[in-house]
T-cell receptor, first 117, second 117 residues
């Protein structure tokens, strides 16, 4: 079974430019999550999709971040315009919808490292 | 207040020995789940072990076991018979409430483990 795939693995852009990160979850996983780790800090939740719907976007930092999941398959996270503080590693994770199962393990991708200069 | 605390700055262990990675958590919800993930240098977050707040037994998965002390709110990861491939960063995370597919993970800052040959 293919894992969670993220692209690009590393992106270097200038402040003010736009970057789009892509995540392909495990096939059949309804839940898709975006997390971010800024250097030296905790991994923070950004948002959660259930199929194509945004279930929880309470972690999105501001309106420069736009996440989409068209058709409930892959997801994109666009940062426009990028600022210096957006630098970090953006993780995508997916899980099956197993209600009542406490484990509901999230499978993570390798992350997309974003560097804003 | 931090929900997940991992204070060990970096850990070293001799190959084939056991090591304990500390994690304390804070929650007022009686229903929660605790997870450990491993992040090797490749960047991918690998699920290791899960412990539910109502589980009577400490979780075990191969060489990994979780020393769950509910009253102390600690969920330490024990790795037995360390291998060189165990060198990585380890993250403790909590989900509250436990069974909700919609509930998100809160992570600690992580601990770096280095296994010496």
């Amino acid at each position: 079974e293919a894992g969670v795939t993220q692209f690009p693995s590393h992106s270097v852009i200038e402040k003010g430019q736009t970057v789009t990160l892509r995540c392909d979850p495990i096939s059949g996983h309804d839940n898709l999550y975006w997390y971010r780790r800024v250097m030296g800090k905790e991994i923070k939740f950004l948002l959660h999709f259930v199929k194509e719907s945004k279930q929880d976007e309470s972690g999105m930092p501001n309106n420069r971040f736009l996440a989409e999941r068209t058709g409930g398959t892959y997801s994109t996270l666009k940062v426009q315009p990028a600022e210096l503080e957006d630098s970090g590693v953006y993780f995508c994770a997916s899980s099956q919808d197993v209600w009542g199962s406490g484990a509901n393990v999230l499978t993570f991708g390798a992350g997309s490292r974003l560097t804003v200069l | 207040a931090q929900k997940i605390t991992q204070t060990q700055p970096g850990m070293f262990v001799q190959e084939k020995e056991a090591v304990t990675l500390d994690c304390t958590y804070d929650t007022s919800d009686p229903s929660y789940g605790l997870f450990w993930y491993k992040q090797p240098s490749s960047g991918e977050m690998i699920f290791l072990i899960y412990q539910g707040s109502y589980d009577q037994q400490n979780a075990t998965e191969g060489r990994y076991s979780l020393n769950f002390q509910k009253a102390r709110k600690s969920a330490n990861l024990v790795i037995s018979a360390s291998q060189l491939g165990d060198s990585a960063m380890y993250f403790c995370a909590m989900r509250e409430p436990r069974g909700g597919a919609n509930s998100k993970l809160t992570f600690g800052k992580g601990i770096t483990l280095s296994v010496r040959p």
